[in-house]
């Protein structure tokens, strides 16, 4: 199958009828009022060139109401603090978020059957889940290490504390601390991803596709709520999955062990394709992660998915 780019995807993704957005309105008080109403997506009843999508999302824009107060260096600080609250908070509130969404549990899943194997791996992976951060472990270091060195090759880590993991797109010069909400797994997805795909992982570090927002998301940050929207999507904390894309994952887990790892690298091209075409600035970083989880579901649910590689926007990773 050849590759095919981010735009060729998305239309894809609209030819699939992906449900219209709910309304969202956020209020930040004094310092930023932002209201809107649009849909995730607009109707396709025939194939068209994504740009096309691209001018109905700028169209859209002008649905928007923005109303910022003057620009200064204590209000960017705030913005910035706002947003990272609403994307590594605790555990309870991002888990509050996709359980609101969640995954419809149908009662005539509860008895599926698991052979060995797919029983054998879904516990082995389950078992990662349990694994906190820890940065005083040796080998946990040493993997924050790695990620750096893939990241930055030829630019030296001045120490695990440094104003250098900014630059990755972390909070602040600790990343150790944005690990809270998902563990050690979220790094281990972020290291696989920058040593199975690097040219796809470089590309979205340095975001280097399309026109971009002057307030991109921050990468590292993301790929974190990527790992948990993925393990809330697939109801991986539960014995066994209660949801069709969960029941189906484990079936393509029993066929590759790093199906999981394969599946977030996806997602996170599909993130930002979907950023892309939605125009999107990192206020809208939850509306963008729940179009993406739509979709992905959806590609989760198809008959024909037997292996990982099957999934449509398997070749997001190849463009």
């Known amino acids: 199958m050849s590759p095919i780019s981010s735009k060729t995807y998305l239309c894809l993704c609209l030819l699939l009828s992906v449900k219209k957005g709910e309304s969202l309105i956020l209020d930040f008080g004094p310092l930023m009022r932002l209201r809107r109403r649009r849909q995730c997506f607009p109707s396709c009843s025939s194939l068209h060139r994504v740009d096309e999508d691209e001018i109905y999302w700028r ?20 913005l910035t603090q706002c947003f990272a609250n609403a994307m590594v908070g605790p555990r309870s509130w991002v888990g509050g978020l996709f359980n609101r ?5 149908n009662e005539k899943f509860l008895d599926y059957p698991l052979n060995p194997l797919q029983e054998q791996r879904l516990q082995r992976f389950q078992e990662r889940l349990q694994v906190p951060f820890d940065e005083t472990r040796p080998d946990h270091q040493e993997a924050l290490k790695a990620l750096w060195h893939a990241a930055f090759p030829n630019i030296a880590l001045k120490g695990l504390i440094s104003e250098q993991w900014k630059e990755m797109g972390w909070q602040g010069p ?9 563990g050690y797994i979220s790094l281990e997805n972020l290291l696989f991803f920058s040593r199975t795909y690097p040219a796809s992982f470089h590309r979205l570090l340095f975001k280097q596709d399309g026109r971009r927002s002057a307030w991109e998301y921050p990468f590292a940050v993301a790929g974190i709520n ?39 690298c996806i997602a996170f091209e599909m993130m930002d394709a979907q950023w892309l075409a939605m125009h999107a600035s990192y206020m809208e970083f939850n509306e963008v992660l729940q179009v993406t989880r739509t979709q992905l579901e959806r590609e989760l649910s198809l008959e024909d998915v037997n292996r990982i590689q099957d999934l449509p926007a398997y070749n997001l990773l190849y463009q």
């Open 59 to 78: 169209q859209k824009k002008g649905d928007e109401e923005l109303e910022w107060s003057h620009s200064s260096t204590h209000v960017i600080s705030q």
């Open 101 to 105: 969404s969640g995954n419809k549990r």
């Open 174 to 182: 600790n990343p150790s601390t944005d690990f809270r909400g998902c």
């Open 226 to 264: 990527v790992s948990f929207m993925l393990i809330q999507m697939l109801d991986l904390c539960s014995v066994k999955p209660r949801c069709l894309p969960g029941i189906n994952f484990v079936k393509l887990l029993g066929e590759d062990e790093e199906a999981f790892d394969v599946l977030y």
